[in-house]
């Protein structure tokens, strides 16, 4: 059973950090790229919506985040061309939930997301579900700066 749990919390955390990784970027397109941040960044606000925060113990909550800060951390340096693609896979991944009329707000909290070292989120992260605590510490300045900069994002949405 003790095997068990830590091959489980080591699958947890490689998962978790390969949806983080920069090398992810490399093997999408500017397009696969934006879908992916834009289905996570629908999941996110609709779990923030229906229960009114977002529990960082939910393994899928911390991954679509990964998946966010991934898709911000694409955006560094971009050319207008990659951005371009970008947000035409943002807009088709959230369903719409990004928009002509919201996507210069939402490239913003990208990019407040982007200036946030992101392994501040995923190291603690990655240790809390390798523990088997599965309890990110909200407490963690560098976790409470990353939501922090996830809830702006998300209030452009609304």
């Not at 949806?19 to 629908?42: D, F, K, P, V």
């Not at 998946?67 to 371009?84: M, R």
């Amino acid at each position: 059973m003790k095997l068990f749990k830590r091959i489980a919390a080591a699958f947890v955390a490689i998962s978790l950090l390969s949806s983080c990784s920069i090398l992810g970027n490399l093997t999408q397109s500017a397009t696969q790229q934006g879908n992916n941040t834009g289905s996570a960044l629908a999941a996110i606000f609709n779990v923030l919506k229906t229960n009114g925060n977002i529990d960082l113990s939910d393994l899928m909550n911390v991954i679509n985040i990964g998946k966010i800060l991934t898709g911000a951390n694409s955006l560094t340096n971009a050319s207008q061309a990659y951005t371009s693609e970008f947000v035409t896979g943002l807009m088709n991944g959230s369903g719409n939930l990004v928009n002509s009329s919201n996507v210069n707000a939402v490239l913003g909290g990208l990019q407040a997301l982007n200036n946030i070292d992101q392994s501040v989120f995923t190291g603690p992260a990655a240790k809390a579900y390798a523990n088997g605590s599965r309890a990110v510490p909200t407490t963690d300045t560098g976790v409470a700066a990353t939501m922090g900069a996830l809830n702006s994002l998300l209030n452009t949405l609304k």
